[in-house]
């Protein structure tokens, strides 16, 4: 079944260090990856998808299928970057997203 | 496009209340649903639809009801509210059909807090 893991539920950086929020997954065939980010109190966001290949806001996330991975990354976090970021992907032959516990990233002065 | 609009943003229910919580989508979406998200958690799938006058439950359907009687709608209706219900409810929408993509589009969302 599928399943998306993110390990971390919180983490804190400071303002200029990188930042990488870790996003495995279980899934049989070639699954379609995104990244959904929720500033506070607002609504949920896409961020990124893989497919695109695309850098938003800085963020990058790459599709290691080996490791079946999709950390996203940022060299250099900005306290704007803090937020609770969910990894999602659909169920097996199904139009559903399953989402991720979520990470919360504090950014620190 | 407003995009996926909820109402209200706020409630407070007492025990045993009930209420329905609206949400409309103006991208012509197929496909709704209705999470709920408790603090510090992810999201859980209330219920879904795949198409006016069609439902299914998701992973957390106890305590709620949905409807789907046109493509813009679909409320969820608390019966008999409990503490366990207090929550932010977020309902999303998305297209699945030719060139579909699974993205899924978000409400602001409801907090809704049973005392």
């Known amino acids: 079944a599928q399943r998306v893991t993110q390990p971390e539920k919180l983490l804190s950086v400071f303002k200029g260090a990188p930042v990488e929020l870790k996003c495995n997954y279980s899934?049989?065939?070639?699954?379609?990856l995104f990244w959904y980010v929720q500033y506070s109190r607002q609504r949920l966001q896409l961020l990124l998808r893989?497919?695109s290949r695309e850098s938003i806001k800085g963020f990058t996330a790459d599709l290691n299928k080996g490791e079946t991975s999709f950390h996203l990354k940022k060299p250099f976090a900005q306290e704007e970057d803090s937020a609770m970021y969910y990894c999602?992907?659909?169920?097996?032959?199904?139009?559903?997203?399953?989402f991720g516990a979520g990470t919360t990233v504090t950014v620190r002065a | 496009n407003a995009g996926v609009t909820q109402t209200p943003k706020f409630r407070i229910l007492k025990i045993g209340q009930s209420m329905t919580l609206q949400c409309t989508q103006d991208?012509?979406?197929?496909?709704m649903y209705w999470y709920r998200q408790d603090p510090g958690m992810g999201l859980k799938l209330i219920y879904y639809?795949?198409?006016?006058?069609?439902?299914d439950k998701g992973e957390v359907p106890n305590g709620y009801n949905v409807s789907r009687s046109t493509t813009e709608d679909f409320p969820l209706r608390l019966e008999l509210a409990a503490p366990s219900q207090t929550s932010v409810y977020f309902c999303?929408?998305?297209?699945f059909g030719t060139g579909y993509s699974y993205e899924q589009y978000f409400g602001p969302g409801t907090r809704l807090t049973v005392t």
């Open positions: 999303a929408s998305s297209y």
């Open positions: 899934y049989s065939g070639s699954p379609e």
């Open positions: 893989h497919i």
């Open positions: 999602a992907l659909p169920f097996a032959n199904d139009y559903k997203l399953s």
């Open positions: 991208m012509n979406h197929n496909y």
């Open positions: 639809s795949v198409g006016a006058g069609i439902t």
